[in-house]
């Protein structure tokens, strides 16, 4: 039985990253990342970010970032932006 509203389509993401400090609380990032939608070819970006890590406390921390998104084949131009986050270190 499916529920109401469900047309039986699949979605699919994926995503990789790394990050570097090259100061206590300055990084460089690169991720790749893509999505498959239902009927859509593979959408692939690389994406490419700096930003910092301001601490609230010592657990919790502020993380703004500036990134440049570069969509690869036919996933579009690329796209600059601001990243505000908000990280818990366990």
Do not use: C
């Not at 039985?1 to 994926?14: L, S």
């Not at 100061?23 to 970006?45: I, S």
């Not at 998104?69 to 818990?88: P, S």
């Amino acid at each position: 039985m499916k529920p109401d509203g469900f047309d039986g389509a699949t979605n699919f993401e994926f995503g990789v990253g790394a990050r570097y400090y090259f100061h206590k609380t300055w990084f460089g990032r690169v991720g790749l990342g893509g999505q498959k939608l239902q009927d859509v070819d593979m959408a692939a970006a690389l994406d490419f970010s700096i930003g910092y890590d301001w601490f609230l406390s010592e657990k919790v921390y502020f993380e703004p970032s500036v990134y440049y998104n570069l969509g690869l084949g036919d996933a579009g131009e690329g796209v600059f932006g601001l990243r505000l986050g908000l990280g818990v270190k366990f």
